[in-house]
């Protein structure tokens, strides 16, 4: 009898969630959930294996009144969705459609742009228990999750480095958050000049601390770790409620068969030590303020995907010229 993987192993007691856009890679791993951001479907969007979906979705905005800008952006919200559509027929669950990250201090506008994809997913049969809504961890982000959540729009507030970004998610009743183990690590890594075994990992410290503070205190809101870089971060994590994992590293973990002890759960999370923490606008922008690493990273992701969303809609305004 063959041993079990580790990517087995790891679902009996961890949600896995594939991070990507590319089909195939969800047929090969079948995770449960799905994620996307405007950089995995940029990347998609060029791939031969599906230009039958961007031709289609690119031959129907060529019909809408709209044009210039306008049109482009329209169009891309419809490719966003079309790609999630894709995946929810793949993905038993949810999927995970993001904002656009220049709305990213907007309440308002986030709030519009949701109700833009949750019509759309509905206009195609699909429940909005099926999708999450992605916004950046901002204050605005956070206070436009709380509205949307009282809906019945569930959230998955993304670019989130801080244990007051999780707090505050958490005070507002957000449905999920990403804590971006990965960068952080990177941002340690590049201002001590060294490596990080797992478990001194501070990308896997905060997402340990995060979730133990919500199991200890009642929080309904799920912990999904997100932007990986080995496969020992992942590990290190078993027990989470998801965990978010590219094609390469859910590869790795397919062909691993070591032992994959479970590390988190609500046991030990009862018993941190971890004061309650109530934060208010001017507490929660002053403690952000505080933590430089969190800064700059939201800062910096806030940028990079806007940057991949400005050359998607290059992309689809070329289309549509054409």
């Known amino acids: 009898m063959a041993a079990e993987t580790q990517l087995d192993q790891l679902k009996k007691f961890t949600v896995v ?29 060029q791939m031969e294996e599906y230009r039958f979906l ?80 992605k916004i950046a961890s901002t204050w605005e982000g956070i206070r436009a999750a709380e509205k949307l959540e009282r809906e019945g729009i569930h959230c998955n507030l993304t670019l989130l480095f801080s244990f007051p970004q999780a707090v505050a998610c958490a005070e507002a009743k957000v449905r999920l958050i990403s804590p971006f183990v990965g960068r952080i690590m990177d941002w340690f890594k590049a201002r001590e000049k060294r490596d990080f075994a797992p478990a001194e990992d501070p990308g896997v410290l905060s997402v340990k601390e995060i979730y133990a503070y919500y199991k200890k205190y009642g929080y309904k809101t799920e912990v999904m770790g997100a932007s990986f870089r080995n ?75 806007n940057a991949d969303a400005a050359k998607l809609e290059q992309l689809i305004s070329a289309r549509l010229a054409g």
């Open 17 to 45: 969630v594939a991070d990507t856009g590319d089909f195939s890679t969800l047929k090969q791993y079948a995770p449960r959930d799905a994620t996307t951001n405007p950089s995995l479907i940029l990347k998609a969007a």
């Open 54 to 133: 961007v031709d289609k979705v690119i031959a129907d905005g060529k019909k809408l009144p709209a044009a210039g800008p306008a049109r482009a952006r329209r169009v891309m919200d419809e490719l966003l969705v079309a790609f999630g559509l894709e995946i929810l027929k793949i993905a038993p669950g949810r999927v995970s459609t993001e904002t656009d990250a220049n709305l990213s201090f907007d309440t308002d506008a986030i709030i519009g742009k949701a109700h833009r994809f949750i019509e759309l997913y509905e206009r195609n049969g699909i429940g909005r228990e099926r999708v999450l809504i």
């Open 231 to 305: 496969t020992g971060e992942i590990l290190e994590l078993a027990g989470c409620d998801l965990l978010t994992i590219s094609p390469h590293l859910l590869a790795e973990l397919k062909g691993g068969t070591q032992p994959v002890p479970k590390k988190l759960g609500l046991e030990s999370a009862r018993d941190c030590k971890i004061e309650k923490m109530t934060l208010d606008e001017k507490s929660f922008r002053w403690l952000f303020n505080e933590d430089a690493m969190a800064v700059e990273k939201t800062a910096e992701g806030i940028r990079l995907f």
